[in-house]
């Protein structure tokens, strides 16, 4: 009997661990995504009464000088900046949701592709209300139409990258695969952002803002994907 209120009261020590743990994580990751949110809404504020565009220009100035005396290099960033075009992250999302509904969690499946939809619609929304011009094609490698604030290639890539890498992060055991998968994930909507930058189709700013949104909105909806799913489990 002894032997068994034991094992019971170290089952309910465990569970209330776990649970004081995923409440900790749910807590961190929530406060991140309302720092990144309060980043996206300074850079917001900053280019909507045109304080940005000094900083702004000289960065782009920049950029077309590098390609200028570096003619390989802008070669080199429109196929980085493939990597976060409309196509490319489309087929990653639906492998990625193809993959969580018929073999994981149908949950996650859709969550993960309500974040990408919601994403890209506030992305509209968010150029449409600040209805900033794109630098002169002057600067620019090629012209590319439509608003520039922000970065839909920014904030997509972060959106469709750390949602994809935390997914693929939760199936491993090891802290240090996770750490690296993650670490893959932004890197890669890092490189994005910058060959926007570089290829003079986005001032700096915008892509700040759309790495600070896209980030802010992946991890609001991982967290609710982790709430709803630890939810059902003890349920």
């Given at each position: 009997?002894?032997?068994?209120?034991?094992?019971?009261?170290?089952a309910a020590s465990s569970q209330l661990t776990r649970r004081r743990s995923t409440t900790f994580n749910s807590v961190l990751f929530i406060l991140i995504a309302l720092v990144l949110g309060v980043v996206f809404a300074y850079f917001g504020s900053e280019v909507a009464e045109g304080d940005s565009?000094?900083?702004?220009?000289?960065?782009?100035?920049?950029?077309?000088?590098?390609r200028t005396n570096h003619l390989w290099l802008a070669e080199v960033l429109r196929d980085l900046s493939g990597v976060g075009s409309t196509v490319v992250l489309t087929l990653l999302t639906l492998g990625c949701?193809?993959?969580?509904?018929?073999?994981r969690s149908r949950v996650t499946a859709a969550?993960?592709?309500?974040?990408?939809?919601?994403g890209t619609l506030l992305v509209s929304l968010f150029k449409a209300l600040f209805g900033r011009a794109r630098p002169d094609p002057s600067y620019a490698e090629f012209v590319v139409s439509g608003m520039s604030f922000p970065s839909g290639h920014?904030?997509?890539?972060?959106?469709?990258?750390?949602?994809i890498g935390v997914v693929i992060a939760?199936?491993?055991?090891q802290l240090g695969e996770k750490i690296y998968i993650l670490a893959a994930a932004g890197f890669m909507s890092t490189l994005v952002g910058l060959s926007r930058v570089g290829l003079g189709v986005h001032w700096a700013t915008d892509v700040i803002a759309g790495w600070s949104?896209?980030?802010?909105?992946a991890i609001l909806w991982l967290v609710i994907?982790?709430?709803?799913?630890?939810?059902?489990?003890r349920q």
């Open positions: 009997m002894d032997r068994f209120h034991h094992s019971h009261n170290a565009q000094a900083f702004d220009l000289l960065v782009v100035q920049y950029a077309k000088e590098l949701v193809g993959y969580q509904a018929f073999f969550l993960v592709a309500t974040s990408v939809i919601t920014s904030t997509m890539s972060a959106l469709v990258f750390l949602t939760n199936t491993r055991g949104f896209g980030g802010a909105w994907a982790h709430w709803l799913l630890d939810r059902a489990k």
